[in-house]
């Protein structure tokens, strides 16, 4: 039981693609139809059901740009492969977990500023009944005369 490579591609206008299955180019990972796309390689049929794919050569020659072991990774908006080490996989998750210890304050932070503008506002508003209050009480201007 075979399908045809490409059965039922529509060909894209930028071309320089490889698309090995008979939809792998008309559909993403997703399912979701493909747009004009240029320098990409799509293996597999979104529908095959296929539970494991192994492609040998992918990092033939990997130099690792930090400390650490070398990790496969999938972006997983794009579905393309790529790579880190555990090293920089660590620090993400450091930062992640610093960002989440941090959120509790920051939210208590953000209540205290609100608690302050709305003081801040009240005393305006004060000021201004007072302003108003002084303005009123002022003892209107008197015109003196002078005699000869």
Do not use: H
Request: some cysteine; overall charge negative.
């Amino acid at each position: 039981m075979g399908f045809d490579a490409g059965s039922n591609l529509t060909l894209p206008t930028s071309g320089e693609n490889i698309y090995i299955g008979d939809t792998a180019g008309t559909l993403d990972f997703t399912g979701a139809a493909l747009g004009d796309e240029a320098g990409v390689i799509r293996i597999g049929s979104f529908f095959s059901g296929t539970a494991a794919c192994f492609i040998n050569g992918i990092l033939p020659n990997f130099a690792p740009q930090a400390s650490g072991n070398p990790l496969v990774t999938i972006n997983t908006t794009t579905g393309q492969l790529g790579w880190t080490t555990d090293f920089a996989a660590n620090k993400v998750v450091e930062q992640q977990k610093q960002i989440e210890e941090q959120q509790p304050s920051i939210g208590q932070l953000k209540s205290e500023m609100q608690t302050m503008v709305a003081q801040l506002k009240e005393q305006a508003a004060q000021i201004q009944r007072v302003s108003a209050q002084l303005e009123v009480s002022k003892r209107a201007p008197q015109v003196v005369v002078n005699k000869p």
